[in-house]
T-cell receptor
Framework: QKEVEQNSGPLSVPEGAIASLNCTYS??????FFWYRQYSGKSPELIMS????GDKEDGRFTAQLNKASQYVSLLIRDSQPSDSATYLC?????????????FGTGTRLTIIP | GAVVSQHPSRVICKSGTSVKIECRSL??????MFWYRQFPKQSLMLMAT?????????EQGVEKDKFLINHASLTLSTLTVTSAHPEDSSFYIC??????????FGPGTRLTVT
């Protein structure tokens, strides 16, 4: 079992619709959860972080965390063509220090105009 | 968010030569920086964790004598690919963490070894 699992996609969503990206993780002691967006040929860009159960909203993005189910998701409302990218879920066992991130393989999202 | 820079953004070198890549945190101090490698259409692979003033911690399977890491200050870490070969051609990305859990990535360095 992979430590962080994501559906590789591609996930195609019509423009203006809600895109839903899912991620599960295996390490129960994980404390910090992140979503990164990576455009083709570019480095990852942090778009959301979440640390406690529930929802966290930032503009069109909502991250959802359920530690009991070891599940974290990202919702993108009013999807735009510029949201087309690969979305990486990342998990850390610690909030501080030199603890590394464990990444999923990413979900490729395509927004269809 | 915090800003991390890398230099150069792109480099082409001949097989057998060495290449140095710099990673700088521009607006914060980073006691820890991370070096990743990404091959086309593959996910990020952590190579090593760079600690200021001490030796880097390498991931399993990464040759520490080939990928030399020096974290000489709180804002600079360097990765030197020694005796580069075509199979080392890849996208090298560093990241750093200010005194928060979030990790911020540099723009990456595309290395091509001919």
């Amino acid at each position: 079992q992979k430590e962080v699992e994501q559906n590789s996609g591609p996930l195609s969503v019509p423009e203006g619709a809600i895109a839903s990206l899912n991620c599960t993780y295996s390490d129960r002691v994980s404390q910090s959860f992140f979503w990164y967006r990576q455009y083709s040929g570019k480095s990852p860009e942090l778009i959301m972080s979440i640390y406690s159960n529930g929802d966290k909203e930032d503009g069109r993005f909502t991250a959802q965390l359920n530690k009991a189910s070891q599940y974290v998701s990202l919702l993108i409302r009013d999807s735009q063509p510029s949201d087309s990218a690969t979305y990486l879920c990342a998990v850390s066992r610690s909030n501080f220090g030199n603890e590394k991130l464990t990444f999923g393989t990413g979900t490729r999202l395509t927004i269809i105009p | 968010g915090a800003v991390v820079s890398q230099h150069p953004s792109r480099v082409i070198c001949k097989s057998g030569t060495s290449v140095k890549i710099e990673c700088r945190s521009l607006d914060f101090q980073a006691t820890t920086m991370f070096w990743y490698r990404q091959f086309p259409k593959q996910s990020l692979m952590l190579m090593a964790t760079s600690n200021e003033g001490s030796k880097a911690t390498y991931e399993q399977g990464v040759e520490k004598d080939k990928f030399l890491i020096n974290h000489a200050s709180l804002t600079l870490s360097t990765l030197t690919v020694t005796s580069a070969h075509p199979e080392d051609s890849s996208f090298y990305i560093c990241s750093a963490r200010p005194n928060t859990p979030e990790q911020y990535f540099g723009p990456g360095t595309r290395l091509t070894v001919t």
